[in-house]
């Protein structure tokens, strides 16, 4: 048994930074790959459902008739997996996280471009 | 004989944040019988496999548990890949093998550092989770999330990682052997810790291979069972030793856990040095049809995903024995005749996870 062992852990602690970050007044670490939600162009979309089908927690619903794409930010899990089937590419994943929420919120609801016609009516609500 | 009193232990505890109840049945301050009770958080994800296609289902496999996540999608993964005699690209197989020895780096200093805030250590807990960002930081740039990686497919893995990353990341830890080198020693060396867990909750050779302990419980009382020997994923073309201790104590258990964290840097290192080139994945078409048990060595123990197909895009069955619940019988056993003011630790050192207990 060795004495004084932790005086260096110690010093160290003493003379460098703190390992954290001032959250949020410095913004938190991210990177390319980081999944924080997910965004869509709505000319791009056209309405095929495919991520709707293939959304594990049904957080996705598209309306084809009614060229309206939605997502439930509180049922979504992050998981990529729209992002990875969209066959137009108009699915991303933005490295932010969505806000904490108070209420039964986070709905989102875009009026896509659709199947056949291209309407440029991004609206989002 | 004195007057039996009960005492609760859990859900809500300072130095157990799981949700398990432990009815205590003390004589003064020694305690007699230890009832366990589950059921708190469970969720039904095992049902809800007949709702979902099986390669999305991948997403809640890994959701069971928020420590060993990477390692339930890759069980997962195997046991659909073996039902329908799926070969996946063995760069892949590495690439499955570094992300699980990361998880379980970062599961055994997550568990070291609750270990030292159980016995009122707060400096050493605060250490050890300074090291662990820095596996999560490269778990992050490298899978794009830090505990739920989502990298894990039927077929193979999502991203690659590049040969600058790998070299990087292999750099990294290196870099980090010292830090550890002096947290450990803390641990396995430090005569007030040594104090705290010598000799406190002794699981017997025999008890540990009777009652079904897996993982570094059973490996801290002498019995050699490490499911990574069974050479699944790329273990099969690594040499590594299983760490076993054979005292059987509290600090027998801790001392194998923090061992491990070199063992897992040492899989690692050999995985950056042997991994091919080629694809990481397979398409993959059809659906399983038959059943397997696929089996995986979690940070706590052995993980049993039971699965069956009939040939549908949704599984018939899916079934997942945790190494929690499994301990828990060692758990009940090593908990009779203790002191009161052991319980936490002991609880503590089969690094108990009942989220995933329970499902």
Not at chain 2, 200 to 208: P, S
């Amino acid at each position: 048994m060795t004495y004084f062992q932790m005086t260096k852990t110690v010093l160290k602690s003493l003379f460098s930074r703190p390992a954290t970050l001032m959250y949020p007044a410095k913004p938190a670490k991210k990177t390319t790959l980081t999944r924080g939600h997910v965004t869509i162009d709505p000319e791009k979309c056209i309405a095929c459902r495919s991520c709707q089908r293939k959304c594990p927690t049904q957080a996705i619903c598209v309306e084809p008739k009614e060229k309206t794409w939605q997502i439930d930010r509180l049922r979504c899990i992050v998981c990529n997996c729209c992002v990875e089937v969209c066959p137009t590419k108009c699915l991303a994943m933005d490295t932010q996280y969505t806000a904490a929420m108070t209420t039964r919120a986070g709905i989102l609801k875009v009026t896509v471009a659709g199947p056949k016609k291209k309407e440029p009516a991004p609206a989002e609500s | 004989m004195s007057k039996q009193i009960t005492v609760p232990f859990g859900p809500q505890h300072p130095v157990l944040p799981e949700p398990i109840h432990l009815d205590l049945v003390l004589e003064d301050e020694r305690v007699v019988d230890a009832i366990p009770s589950i059921g708190y958080v469970h969720r039904g994800l095992e049902k809800l496999v007949e709702k979902r296609e099986y390669p999305e289902y991948i997403y809640v496999a890994e959701r069971i548990c928020g420590i060993c996540s990477y390692i339930h999608s890759n069980t997962y993964a195997q046991g659909i890949e073996k039902i329908m005699n799926i070969e996946v690209p063995e760069r892949a197989q590495y690439l499955r093998t570094i992300w699980s020895e990361y998880s379980r780096l970062h599961s055994h200093l997550l568990w070291l550092g609750l270990f030292a805030d159980g016995m009122g250590f707060e400096s050493v807990f605060m250490n050890a989770w300074k090291l662990r960002e820095h596996i999560l930081d490269d778990l992050e740039v490298t899978t794009g999330g830090r505990v739920i990686q989502g990298v894990c497919k039927v077929g193979g893995v999502r991203r690659d990682i590049t040969p600058e990353k790998l070299d990087e990341m292999v750099k990294g830890l290196k870099g980090m052997e010292p830090a550890l080198h002096d947290l450990v020693n803390v641990f396995l060396k430090d005569s007030s810790v040594s104090h705290r867990l010598r000799g406190v909750g002794t699981l017997q050779k025999g008890d540990a291979y009777t009652l079904g302990a897996v993982g570094p419980t059973a490996r801290g009382s002498g019995i050699g069972i490490d499911i990574r020997e069974t050479g699944y994923a790329a273990y099969g073309k690594i040499n590594f030793k299983p760490v076993v201790e054979h005292d059987g104590d509290c600090y027998a258990r801790c001392a194998v856990r923090a061992k491990e964290l070199f063992t897992s840097i040492d899989i690692i290192e050999q995985c950056v040095k042997k991994i091919p080139e080629g694809p990481v994945e397979i398409k993959v078409t059809g659906a399983p049809d038959g059943e397997y048990f696929a089996r995986a060595e979690q940070p706590r123990g052995e993980v049993v995903h039971y699965i069956k197909g009939n040939g549908k895009r949704n599984l018939v069955r899916h079934r997942v024995r945790t190494p929690t619940f499994t301990n828990l019988p060692p758990l009940v056993t090593l908990l009779k005749g203790c002191e009161l003011a052991d319980v936490p630790v002991i609880v503590l050192s089969i690094d108990p996870c009942v989220g995933c207990a329970e499902r």
